[in-house]
Each structure stands twice: as C-alpha cells, then as structure tokens.
C-alpha cells in the first residue's frame, strides 16, 4: 500500500487543466461569416437571391446535421448554411440549436457569427464549444495542428461567462476521462478537485491509503489495497459567499475507480479497453461541482469522490470476502467486479451523517444500464418521482438526456445474504442496475432526497456536441435543475 502521506503529483498535466480561457470565441464584434440555420423546406426563406440559386445548384434541402459553404463572388466564404431538418433532429435531443456543435471541428479556419433561424443563441454558442473540443494531450507537434480553427463571434446578450464556464467544466471532466491511467490515479483525480477548489476558493481534505480504516472507510481501502496507487476519499466543500445560511445542501458522489481489472474476477481484455473510463462518474460530479462554483449557485456543496484502483496482486480482496463499511452493514462479495458500489457506499454514508437535501450520485456503475438504454442514455434512480419528471424533461430539452428506471422493492431481497448483511450483486443475470441502485439506496437513510445516474461515460462516436470519446453525461442537466430551484428559492 502506497503511504497514507502520498502527496498528489500532477497538478501541473494537462488533465488537471481547467479550460478557463476557451480558444473558441471571437468578441462580438469580429468581422464573421454568417451562420443560417435552415429548415427543410425553407431554403430559401431568407436567403438572397444569388444565395438561393447557389443553393437549388448544389442541391442543399435543408437536411439535418447537412451543411453547405456559400462562395462569394471573388472566391471567398460569404456564407454557411446549416439543416435543421424538421427542428425535431432526435441527435441531440432538444433544440435545432444544438446542430451549430458539428461546425465548429469542421468549417475552415475563420470567425463566424449566428444569423437567421438561431432563436436560442446561449444554446448555440454553448453547443459550438462542446463540439470544438478535441483530446491532443498524445498528439505529436505534427498532430496537435497548428493551433487555427473556427471561432464563433459571441452572440449579443449572451452571458458568456456562464457558456464558456460550463464548456470548460465539460471539457476538464473529458480530459479525465480520455487520459489513460497510466497518467491518471487517484491521486491525479485528487489533483484536479484541488484544482477546481483552489479555483472556487473551497476546502478541499483527502483521506489516503491507510488512513481509511482509522477514519472509517473501509470498503474504499479493501477496493484499492492491491494498488501501488493509494486508494482516498476526497472532500470539497463551498458556499456562495454571501448567500443564504440555510441554502439547500447539495451532495454530489462519483464513483473514480482509474482503472478496473475486474479484480480477481478478471475482466477478459476486450473489456477492459476502455476500462480508464470507469472514473466517469468522479469526471462528471467534478465538472458539475465546478459548474455550481463558477456560476454562483446559492447552496451549499459538498463533493465526495471515492477513488481507487481495481487492480489485482496478493492483496486483493476477494470472492467470498467480508467487508465491513462505515455504515456499520457487513458486505459478502459475491464479485470483485462489483467494486465500483462499494466504494460509493462508504462515501455515500459519510454523506448522510450531514442530512443534505439532495444526494446526487454518478457513477458508470453497470453494463445492464448499457444493455437496457445503450450509450447514450443514462439511467436514472430516484425516491423523488417530481425530480424525476424534472430531470428527464430538463435533460430532453438541452441534449442531455436520461431516462428513468424503478427502484423496485420486490428486488431488495435479492440483495440479501445468509452470513452478512448484504451482498454487493444478485446472483443471477437480472436486472443488475436496479439491483446495484438498490445497494446504494440502503446505505443512504437521512437524505431528503435520492437519485443516482448510471452512466456510461463515453460517445462511441463523432456527434455534433463531442467526438468520439470521454462524455460528461447529466452534469448540465443536474445543473439547469439545481440552477431553477434556486432561482425559485427551493
């Protein structure tokens, strides 16, 4: 076991970099190119008529996602034109605003600027710097580019500091995910909540290697003693300054196992390929805790992130094993590959002793989620059926989605074990993210409310807001919520 002192190492990566001043925006200003979302059927609403000739030749009907360059007269770029489709594209969800991400990676170097059909210019300025983000930490000098791109010239009346926040939040929670864990362990996702606390002037304290079990974590220890890398619980806490002592307590959990064998329940290789992603869900509460800080939420936040690595050596904890956890529960293991809730569980429990009003968890937590919702929509489970309905339509109408799924009862007892109080799976195939959500629930008894987000943490491939890659899933939904209950003084 590494020492309890280890001191995180990296603050200085590019992992840890926190995006502040986003290369994606131009000032309002700039001299740009016209930008025209475009309805099918519409073509030519707006357009002029050299425009719309231009169009009718190369035959451009307004398709979804289809984009079309309009040459001015002496060879330059005088116009882009984007598809909207029916304004129902379904990739994204939510607005045909969304749509302007793709430009940004693709339209030649220059600075643009939303003209006609754009109603909701916050959603296109944030959607266009979700869409420029690309992971070049690897990249040799040939291959990083030479630094010129396109730039969107800042939409009048936009509250930019609120997009480029958020976009920055997402940016650092894809770089975590993306960086591969041999640059990338606990004390690395360490690292980068100091970094945002340190940018937000919160408190940030750790709790490393064997000091778990003096201070009452003993699942995160049994989780990461067979890594050189210690296994911590890490702890942030803000308030607005000046904002309202008895502001709602807001508790984000992630789930940051860097890396994960499977333990001595190995995974077979091809499941493990993209096994750096399993601290997706540290990634997401990370930028969602950096969200609310840069934005100026009146709550009261606390992030805990529970990080180890799954690894195996003649430490590892196994099959058959007894855990006890700081909520006094005893654990059977019936499989180390189901690592990622017993961590969380010792979290989740130090976040109940404070009695916060939510507890939001995050976490990429099983493959059944994947199974049931695929890729790109997240589950959730919550005890509250008003923030499930706000959630699911918050998340349809920004391009975030997720979806509900039952905490149901009758699998409770699936859970039970005959020589501890609980065992960490079913022994059967069936419903595994109801049954893992059902295990956190029981380690969460003070809260006002519950919901946690089986994410899967990753885009298979290229779409209009991200490339194929780490993906923040449910931050910004979780964040438009939080951000209207305040506003209405919840």
Known sequence: MTPANEQPAIVQ?????????????????????????????????TLSPETARWVETIGFKGAAKAHALVPAADGSLAAVLLGAGDCTAGDPCGPSELLLGQLAGTLPEGTYRLASGVTQPAVAALSWALGAYRFRRYKTASGKGNGKMARLAAPPDVDMKQVSNTAAAVWLGRDLINTPASDLGPAEVEAAVRAIGSANNASVRSVVGDDLLTQNFPMIHAVGRASPRAPRLIELNWQKPGGRPNAPKITLVGKGITFDTGGLDIKPASAMLIMKKDMGGAAVAIALAHMIMGQGLDVRLKLLIASAENSISGDAFRPGDILHSRAGLTVEIGNTDAEGRLVLADALALADEGAPDSVFV??????AARTALGPDLPALFTNDDALAATLQQTGERIGDPLWRLPLWLGYDRNLDSEIADINNVWETPFAGSITAALFLQRFVKNAKRFAHFDLYGWRPGARPLGPKGGEVQTARTVLEVIRAECEAGA
């Open 362 to 367: 995050f976490a990429t937590l099983t493959g």
């Open 13 to 45: 990566t590019a992992s840890v970099e926190l995006h502040e001043s986003l290369n994606v925006f131009a000032p309002s200003d700039a001299a740009a190119i016209p930008i025209h979302l475009v309805p099918a059927g519409n073509v030519d609403g």
